[in-house]
């Protein structure tokens, strides 16, 4: 195939574990690495392919999922992360040195605030939830990917197991029109 969706995705991938409990992540700095400690495994670990997240190089995708707020805390090297783009949703904290994003958090009224977006493949450990689905996928011919090529890249994805979608999955999605119809004007029952 002449393209990776993810180096830890193209060659299949072990389910995680289920009693895992967190562990640390580490920018890809050679030096004074930021350290994050998460105190939990992750939920709704996805392959995304979005501009905006975090991807390693020559990856289409990046893999990210969520974590409570109050289990994500930076350890190490604070000083050099900082907000990519202030005007964002999720507030993405990276790293100014390497660039690696090392959280995202949302600061605004979100149907996901409280939960912090992570990269488990930060962590040198094994064991974190395995991506359970694929969102955004049309989204990497945005980035230039040729949209010839996006059956193949769906294929790819069923034959791992993981159903794709163009936004986020049903789940996410039913939580975010949740969310809105909650805080919109008041509209008469469907
Ligand atoms: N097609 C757009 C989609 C961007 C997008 O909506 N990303 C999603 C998935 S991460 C999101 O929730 N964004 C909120 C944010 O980035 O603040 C792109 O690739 O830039
Ligand atoms: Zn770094
Ligand atoms: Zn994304």
Redesign the pocket.
């Known amino acids: 195939m002449s393209f990776s969706i993810h180096p830890l995705l193209d060659n299949g991938f072990k389910k995680g574990d289920s009693n895992k409990s967190g562990g640390k992540l580490y920018c890809h700095c050679k030096s004074n690495r930021i350290e994050v400690t998460l105190g939990s495994d992750t939920a709704f670990n996805h392959a995304?392919g979005?501009?905006?997240?975090w991807k390693p190089k020559g990856a289409l995708f990046s893999i990210v999922g969520v974590v409570p707020v109050d289990k994500v805390s930076v350890t190490a090297n604070s000083n050099k992360l900082h907000v990519i783009d202030t005007s964002?949703?999720?507030q993405r904290h990276a790293c100014k040195d390497c660039g690696v994003h090392m959280y995202g958090r949302i600061e605004v009224d979100h149907a996901f605030k409280g939960l912090d977006f992570v990269h488990s493949e930060l962590s040198d450990e094994k064991g974190w939830q395995e991506p359970q689905f694929a969102?955004?996928v049309s989204?990497i011919i945005?980035q230039g990917f040729e949209p010839e090529k996006m059956g193949d890249v769906r294929k790819k994805f069923q034959g791992l197991g993981l159903e794709t979608f163009d936004c986020l999955n049903p789940t996410l999605m039913d939580l975010l029109a949740a969310h809105t119809a909650k805080t919109a004007a008041p509209k008469a029952k469907l």
């Open positions: 995304c979005c501009s905006k997240c964002a949703a999720i969102a955004f989204s945005e």
